[in-house]
């Protein structure tokens, strides 16, 4: 069993930056994907961004140009940088690792963008 622990949400103004952290309990290494998702109030959980094993980034269009993911596989975490967040980037952000061993998701952190 795979435990993934997400970090870094918070309250920011409209423009600001945040960046989230996922570590995981084990190696990540066999997880082909592993991606942020956000789910805000009243609609589905939608995907933010993911990145394969070998480093392949893809976003969802929405956060083209403004949110980074990235990947240690040595130290076993993915980050999500966050610049010039808007209103509607408000959400529960949750880390995914998906592979052979199943798919897996934290437990969620919130950020909420707001002046």
């Known amino acids: 069993q795979v435990q993934l622990v997400e970090s870094g949400g918070g309250l920011v103004q409209p423009g600001g930056s945040l960046r989230l952290s996922c570590a995981a309990s084990?190696?990540?290494?066999?997880?082909?994907?592993m991606g942020w998702y956000r789910q805000a109030p009243g609609k589905e959980r939608e995907l933010v961004a993911h990145?394969?094993?070998?480093?392949?980034?893809n976003y969802a269009d929405s956060v083209k140009g403004r949110f980074t993911i990235s990947r240690d596989n040595a130290k076993n975490t993915v980050h999500l940088q966050m610049n010039n967040l808007a209103p509607e980037d408000t959400a529960v952000y949750y880390c995914?690792?998906?592979?052979?061993?199943?798919?897996?998701w934290g437990q969620g952190t919130q950020v909420t963008v707001s002046s």
């Open positions: 995914n690792a998906a592979g052979w061993r199943g798919v897996f």
């Open positions: 084990g190696s990540i290494f066999s997880f082909n994907v």
């Open positions: 990145i394969t094993n070998s480093g392949s980034p």
